[in-house]
């Protein structure tokens, strides 16, 4: 794709460190003095190009990489379900495919996200999420990246994340800005 340019900064990790490869979605170990690119780093995930392969490492594990981890989410004592939201929004925002550098939210993979109020006055969130294709192994990766930024939101006890394929997901249902993003605007 001729929209966007990926960075290669080079790392060496500076302990061993989780990661997961891209796109099988299977975890492994890199070790201590690894060393490879950083080709990706949005959304408080890495994705690193390593040996021939590329690798997703979370934002906890910034350490390793020699960077900063993402700061903790803070929201007011009287946030109203309204403000809960458009956090929950922003945070869903912050997943991207390690694959393609534009976030679920511009890429129309959100179908729906609704939040109710339980009765210890915590919140659970509700979200739909389909994948750019039903055969993508990275699909847990991101339910799973999707549900940890989630329930990092102060209020939030459950992010509930059901994965759909109806409607299939298509091009017209990126944002204009992913559109002129990835070059198909």
């Known amino acids: 794709m001729s929209g966007f340019s990926l960075s290669s900064e ?9 990661a997961v490869m891209v796109p099988q979605g299977e ?7 690894q060393i490879g690119y950083i ?6 995930s890495f994705t690193v190009y390593v040996e021939g392969n590329l690798f997703r490492i979370a934002g906890v594990d ?9 700061p903790p989410i803070e929201v007011p004592a009287d946030a109203t379900d309204a403000d809960v939201e458009k956090l929950a929004w922003d945070q869903l925002r912050t997943v991207f495919d390690p694959e393609i550098p534009i976030n679920v939210v511009e890429l129309g993979l959100v ?15 509700y979200v739909k999420l389909t994948l750019t294709a039903p055969g993508c192994g990275m699909g847990d990766i991101l339910v799973d990246d999707a549900r940890t930024k989630l329930e990092m939101i102060p209020t ?4 509930d994340i059901d994965l759909v394929f109806d409607p299939p997901w298509n091009h017209s249902m990126m944002s204009d800005a992913a559109k002129l993003e990835t070059g198909m605007l």
């Not at 080709?39 to 408080?44: F, I, N």
């Not at 390793?64 to 993402?70: D, S, V």
């Open 27 to 33: 975890g492994v170990t890199l070790p201590a003095g």
């Open 39 to 44: 080709t990706q780093a949005l959304g408080g």
């Open 10 to 18: 080079p790392f060496t990790l500076a302990r061993d460190c989780a």
């Open 62 to 70: 910034a350490d390793a990489l020699g960077k900063e981890p993402p």
């Open 156 to 159: 939030v006890a459950e992010a």
């Open 111 to 125: 179908y729906d996200l609704s939040l109710e109020q339980r009765e210890d006055g915590r919140r659970t969130i």
